[in-house]
């Protein structure tokens, strides 16, 4: 339908899309994910290498790579339907939390 029309650009800039968005919405979850660690670690309730924080980027590093871990494991051993699923729902519960 794109090339009948001539917008083949349009084609090209969806298939990008499509392919960088899960990337994407991985990045931010591994980002929230580790700030959630580094607060679990301010409140006691996990221990104090969770809280250690980068000197030169003021990231907590170790929330990160735990952070980065689990969800490595979990996206390698579940079936891409279900990861979906997952993102899904985790979308809709914190739509469902601002509210």
Excluded at 11 to 18: M, Y
Excluded at 38 to 58: C, I, L, N, P, W
Excluded at 70 to 98: E, N
């Amino acid at each position: 339908m794109a090339g009948k029309y001539g917008i083949n650009y349009l084609l090209a800039i969806a298939t990008v899309v499509g392919t960088l968005g899960p990337f994407v919405v991985g990045y931010i979850y591994l980002g929230a994910g580790s700030r959630v660690l580094f607060s679990m670690y301010r409140s006691k309730y996990v221990g104090a290498k969770v809280g250690e924080v980068h000197e030169r980027y003021a990231v907590p590093y170790w929330a990160l790579i735990i952070f980065g871990l689990a969800g490595l494991v979990l996206a390698l051993l579940s079936p891409i339907p279900s990861v979906y699923y997952m993102m899904d729902d985790a979308v809709v519960a914190g739509y469902l939390a601002l509210q």
